[in-house]
């Protein structure tokens, strides 16, 4: 079971860049890492999955380390809109390996200031 | 672009009465699942679809039963409403498994 941590809350300025780190230590070989963003009242949206080393796409950079045991999610130049709960879920993304692949945490609540 | 439409929106059930929540997505997805999310938590999975005619069981199916009714509609019962099933209930889709999921936008659900 791949279970996930991550920063129960963050705070941010306009503007900077945020880093969310989560934590998955016993991420499996073919477990992929995908990042999840949700406004209150809103489904989750998806913002950005990958395996390993770096991914980069027009919103958000994911970088993660060779052991793939934690992963980053990078935020460039945040606004306030950027305001929301951030989920990282890993999962192996076939379901073979049953439901407890898809499992969500707690999420980061991230709080971006003028 | 519809995506992902959930009806309905809000509903206020009495204990002991029965409710059938709808989804239904027009992107031609494979997989489907239902969530609920409870007041400050994650998301946690009822039941998926992982292609038409499936169903499977996830972390929380108990007091829930789902139908794959076709490839666009996926919808979840209630048969005896219970107060600890008030909820914010999700459903999504993706592709395949190991895409992303597209959500809905959620229905919330009452139970005195």
């Known amino acids: 079971l791949a279970k996930t941590t991550q920063p129960i809350s963050m705070d941010s300025y306009e503007g900077q860049e945020v880093n969310i780190t989560c934590s998955h230590n016993?991420?499996?070989?073919?477990?992929?890492i995908t990042w999840y963003q949700q406004f209150p009242s809103q489904g989750p949206r998806f913002i950005i999955q990958?395996?390993?080393t770096k991914v980069t796409n027009e919103v958000a950079s994911l970088f993660i380390p060779a052991d793939r045991k934690s992963s980053t999610l990078s935020l460039p130049r945040v606004s306030l809109s950027d305001t929301a709960v951030y989920y990282c879920?890993?999962?192996?993304?076939?379901?073979?390996?049953?439901?407890?692949?898809?499992?969500f945490g707690a999420g980061t609540r991230l709080a971006v200031h003028p | 672009n519809a995506g992902v439409t959930q009806t309905p929106k809000f509903q206020v059930l009495k204990t002991g009465q029965s409710m059938t929540l709808q989804c239904a997505q027009d992107?031609?997805?494979?997989?489907m699942y239902w969530y609920r999310q409870d007041p400050g938590m994650g998301l946690r999975l009822i039941y998926y679809?992982?292609?038409?005619?499936?169903?499977d069981k996830g972390e929380v199916p108990n007091g829930y039963n789902v139908s794959r009714l076709n490839k666009r509609e996926f919808s979840l019962r209630l048969e005896s409403a219970a107060p600890s099933q008030t909820s914010v209930y999700f459903c999504?889709?993706?592709?395949?498994?190991?895409?992303?999921?597209?959500f809905g936008d959620g229905t919330r659900l009452s139970i005195l």
């Open positions: 999504a889709s993706s592709s395949d498994s190991n895409q992303p999921q597209h």
């Open positions: 016993n991420i499996a070989t073919n477990d992929y």
């Open positions: 990958g395996y390993k």
């Open positions: 879920l890993v999962g192996e993304g076939t379901f073979s390996g049953g439901y407890n692949k898809l499992i």
């Open positions: 992107m031609n997805h494979n997989s």
């Open positions: 679809s992982a292609s038409e005619g499936t169903t």
